[in-house]
């Protein structure tokens, strides 16, 4: 995956969160290439992404970070238990990926349906050829999270 | 989601196990519509669909039915902590939702890279305007499966 990609993702990011949820992340280290097998936090936001491309982006956090995310996003305070917690997190995930889409314009990359899964000991895998490229950032108080991507010029 | 969308994943699904992995799935009980938080197996691949449409399609099973299936495709034993296991199932999952594309071409349907995730009490959701449509299938020896469908056209 080429770098350019990687800094539209981060700005849609930091946008997103500050226009939408009123709190501003940051980066929070290194960029790395994960490739075999890698763990990933409790919530995971998976958003394929295709046309010019063939990739997917995944925003991942912690359940205790998600649900003050999502309930500073919809105004009101939600569950662990809560579709909304996955609804909302996979609502901010398409926000993302559509705003990191417009400024990769000449990619006409096109979003599928986010899809959230919850649960515990989380891994994912990368190829050699194609890792994923994980963008580590945090909230001010709320906690860490991942921006990870791949995605290929077909 | 249309219910004549239904079919060519089945149809793929059986297609694809049948020539790539020498075993013939059958359907497991009435397909049904989920939304809400509701469970999947440990094994969950997702594979984002766009195009004339934006969905994704799933395919879960358990890690004990996914070492067999996987094995049988790679023709070599794949342990539960192998990359393998989950590449190859994301293969599987390619190799489906590009078949079923195929049927369903009139859609336009492009394929995003596939995702698998394993885990413990994984949890998705879906939202009632626009549920999952869930297929129980099952191999004949190996246990069952789902196919997971979510498609709106656009």
Redesign the interface.
């Known amino acids: 995956m080429k770098s350019e990609y990687v800094n539209p993702f981060v700005e849609a990011t930091v946008e997103t969160y500050d226009t939408m949820v009123g709190v501003r992340p940051q980066r929070d280290g290194k960029l790395c290439r994960k490739?075999?097998?890698f763990a990933?936090y409790d919530l995971?936001g998976?958003?394929?992404?295709?046309?010019k491309v063939?990739?997917?982006v995944?925003m991942t956090t912690s359940v205790e970070t998600g649900m003050k995310v999502v309930s500073s996003f919809l105004g009101e305070e939600v569950e662990a238990?809560?579709?909304d917690l996955?609804?909302g997190f996979?609502e901010l995930l398409n926000i993302v990926a559509g705003s990191a889409a417009a400024k990769l314009n000449g990619l006409n990359i096109?979003?599928?349906?986010p899809?959230?899964?919850?649960?515990?000991?989380?891994?994912?895998?990368g190829?050699e050829n194609s890792p994923w490229i994980v963008i580590p950032m945090a909230f001010p108080e709320w906690g860490k999270f991942n921006i990870e991507i791949?995605?290929?010029e077909k």
């Not at 998976?46 to 046309?51: A, C, E, N, P, R």
């Not at 096109?110 to 349906?113: D, P, S």
Request: hydrophobic residues 45%; charged residues 20%.
């Open positions: 490739a075999g097998i990933a995971v998976v958003l394929g992404l295709s046309g063939c990739g997917a995944i238990t809560s579709p996955l609804d996979g096109k979003l599928a349906l899809t959230v899964i919850m649960g515990k000991e989380q891994r994912l895998t190829k791949s995605m290929e």
